[in-house]
């Protein structure tokens, strides 16, 4: 009996210390979030002091006043949401239409050209930089939303995704809906993209957050104040002369915002699609 209460003890001991290293590791991931929404309701003479203040002695709204107020943050708000809505949506139609054909359709040199998709992986974004650019302006594109949503309409990562989510599916579903007289273009329609929520959903969460938090390339193609996107019009942002952790630290958390209800909306769907994956192998 005493064995048996020494090992009930132990397991039990093993679990508090399990839970409390993961809920640890966990918390440490708030850290950044908790420093962020502490300075920007910290007022200024707390804001420089020598000692931090985690929870600030008073709270202060003045900085998220001197963001909206002194900077076009709702105009930066709409373009990011603009530019990262749209290449979602052309990421999620092109890079299921590619891994559709890839996976359900007989076309000779499908493996090269997933083969060449996989092996884009290897090319630093910085080296296709130079002749981006040099596309854009030869198109006239500089400074317009289409220069920073086109040459990410198309993502090798959603490829390859999605081709781990078509060749789970049994050829017998097509095969099936051809007897039934459906077109291919019905069958990835009416048929495939229903059954690939799980996936669209893990991939539009990647997209837009990839999107929306985008700051070297729409630092170069976007010039104009009224065309920046959040990332970079809260790096120019400057209320006052004199550099304000406070306001940055509120144009920061406006920022993010969106991002959380945006993860609040999908979490379900992208908790499926692991699932789905782990099940699936």
């Known amino acids: 009996m005493s064995t ?30 908790a420093y962020m929404v502490s300075t920007s309701l910290t007022p200024e003479q707390f804001t420089f002091s020598n000692k931090p203040y985690w929870i600030p002695p008073e709270i202060t709204f003045r900085w998220y006043d001197a963001v909206l107020a002194g900077a076009p943050i709702v105009q930066w708000g709409f373009n990011t949401f603009v530019i ?17 054909s890839l996976t359900k359709l007989d076309w000779p040199g499908k493996r090269i050209v997933f083969t060449i998709i996989v092996a884009s992986f290897m090319v630093p974004v910085f080296a296709n930089m ?12 500089i400074n317009n939303p289409l220069a920073v949503i ?19 599916l049994p050829d017998s579903v097509i095969e099936a809906a ?18 690939m929520k799980p996936a669209i959903a893990a991939l539009s969460l990647y997209t837009f957050v990839y999107t929306w938090n985008q700051f070297l390339w729409p630092l170069i ?61």
Do not use: C, W
Not at 88 to 93: E, G, P, S
Not at 161 to 168: A, E, I, Y
Not at 178 to 195: A, E
């Open 150 to 168: 086109l040459p990410f309409s198309a993502m090798p990562i959603g490829v390859f995704l999605f081709t781990q989510f078509f060749d789970d």
């Open 4 to 33: 048996v209460g020494s090992r009930l003890l132990s397991e039990r001991v093993r679990s508090v210390g399990v839970y409390a290293a993961l809920y640890g590791a966990a918390a440490l991931f708030l850290v950044p979030y």
């Open 221 to 281: 193609v976007l010039q104009g104040q009224q065309q920046f996107t959040l990332p970079v019009g809260i790096v120019t942002m400057q209320p006052t002369q004199v550099f304000q952790p406070g306001a940055e630290m509120a144009g920061t958390f406006l920022a993010v915002l969106p991002l959380f209800v945006v993860f609040l909306i999908l979490q379900e769907h992208l908790v499926n699609a692991v699932q789905m994956q782990g099940t699936t192998g």
């Open 130 to 141: 130079v002749p981006l650019y040099t596309i854009i302006t030869d198109f006239g594109l």
């Open 178 to 195: 051809k007897l039934d007289g459906f077109s291919t273009f019905q069958i990835y329609y009416k048929i495939v993209l229903p059954l």
């Open 84 to 100: 990262a809505a749209t290449t979602t949506v052309l990421v999620v139609l092109l890079d299921s239409m590619i891994a559709f």
